[in-house]
């Protein structure tokens, strides 16, 4: 059973920073891809980005480009979401997924396990 588990949500200022982490385990972490989403209220899940199985190769929607990082180490099965000069759109409930293949995918259905959610609220 593959379980994930986030942290580093929090409320910050526009402008700042914060960086999500995303344990997981049950699956040969290195193996497959791994992917952010966020939803805001009223709002579909979205895709943020994604990051292939050894970190060779990455993805991020328009919107966060220049912005955000996303990172892994596998030796700690562990993703990371850094993200900088953070703006009130930002606001959302941010999910980390395992894909199902090594290659990152921007669609929900490439991504086969998700975490629980943690909350990023960005004030103006």
């Known amino acids: 059973q593959v379980q994930l588990v986030e942290s580093g949500g929090g409320l910050v200022q526009a402008g700042g920073s914060l960086r999500l982490s995303c344990a997981s385990s049950?699956?040969?972490?290195?193996?497959?891809?791994m992917g952010w989403f966020r939803q805001a209220p009223g709002k579909e899940r979205e895709f943020v980005s994604a990051?292939?199985?050894?970190?060779?190769?990455?993805d991020y929607v328009d919107s966060v480009k220049g912005r955000f990082t996303i990172s892994r180490d596998n030796a700690k099965n562990t993703v990371y979401l850094q993200m900088n000069s953070l703006k009130p759109e930002d606001t959302a409930v941010y999910y980390c997924?395992?894909?199902?293949?090594?290659?990152?995918?921007?669609?929900?259905?490439?991504?086969?396990?998700w975490g629980q959610g943690t909350q990023v609220t960005v004030s103006s």
């Open positions: 997924a395992v894909g199902k293949v090594r290659a990152p995918s921007r669609r929900r259905d490439g991504y086969d396990y």
């Open positions: 990051i292939s199985g050894r970190g060779g190769s990455t």
């Open positions: 049950g699956r040969t972490f290195s193996g497959y891809a």
